[in-house]
T-cell receptor, first 110, second 116 residues
Framework: KQEVTQIPAALSVPEGENLVLNCSFTDSAIYNLQWFRQDPGKGLTSLLLIQSSQREQTSGRLNASLDKSSGRSTLYIAASQPGDSATYLCAVITGNQFYFGTGTSLTVIP | NAGVMQNPRHLVRRRGQEARLRCSPMKGHSHVYWYRQLPEEGLKFMVYLQKENIIDESGMPKERFSAEFPKEGPSILRIQQVVRGDSAAYFC??????????????FGPGTRLTVL
């Protein structure tokens, strides 16, 4: 069974810092991997989708990498802003299902 | 094109009552997924439905929970005789794709169920 782990569980950084969020998964037979943002009391917003054949995707200040063989993905956020404060979820698709990590709660301090 | 809609956004029930959660997929999407997010836990898959069919319900609790996606109208997640442990956020997602492969799911804002 696929298990997805995110480290750290919580992270607090001053505004302007670059930061990395980590995601690991136990079964490398994934279809794709997706990073989401979840704001308190709200739904999920898709940030980046990486197909299993890809190694990274970029969108603005966000860069996500994927290393299937080691079962790892990272989400790099450049020049963090207070508006980036949210919970970031990593999810892998194996078979027909999404498997989510428990998330990293990010606080960017002005 | 409106996104995935869920209602109600917040639902309060007393133990033993029934909870009905509704999900309207994006226009043109005929695949619906339900997830549950318990406090301090990640989202967990519950059920995958296509119009009038349950495709995968491997994540559904065996008792008290049921789901449907009729030919007309929204998908419904029904919880009978709710207990405090059912308190969670329930998210619905929809996808336009068929064949059991999921490229992109679009998530609704969720329904937060509180059982008193």
């Amino acid at each position: 069974k696929q298990e997805v782990t995110q480290i750290p569980a919580a992270l607090s950084v001053p505004e302007g810092e670059n930061l990395v969020l980590n995601c690991s998964f136990t079964d490398s037979a994934i279809y794709n991997l997706q990073w989401f943002r979840q704001d308190p009391g709200k739904g999920l917003t898709s940030l980046l989708l990486i197909q299993s054949s890809q190694r990274e995707q970029t969108s603005g200040r966000l860069n996500a990498s994927l290393d299937k063989s080691s079962g790892r993905s990272t989400l790099y956020i450049a020049a963090s802003q207070p508006g980036d404060s949210a919970t970031y979820l990593c999810a892998v698709i194996t078979g027909n299902q999404f498997y989510f990590g428990t998330g990293t709660s990010l606080t960017v301090i002005p | 094109n409106a996104g995935v809609m869920q209602n109600p956004r917040h639902l309060v029930r007393r133990r033993g009552q029934e909870a009905r959660l509704r999900c309207s997929p994006m226009k043109g999407h005929s695949h619906v997924y339900w997830y549950r997010q318990l406090p301090e836990e990640g989202l967990k898959f519950m059920v995958y439905l296509q119009k009038e069919n349950i495709i995968d319900e491997s994540g559904m609790p065996k008792e008290r929970f049921s789901a449907e996606f009729p030919k007309e109208g929204p998908s419904i997640l029904r919880i009978q005789q709710v207990v405090r442990g059912d308190s969670a956020a329930y998210f619905c997602a929809s996808s336009p794709l068929s064949g059991g492969r999921i490229d992109t799911q679009y998530f609704g804002p969720g329904t937060r169920l509180t059982v008193l």
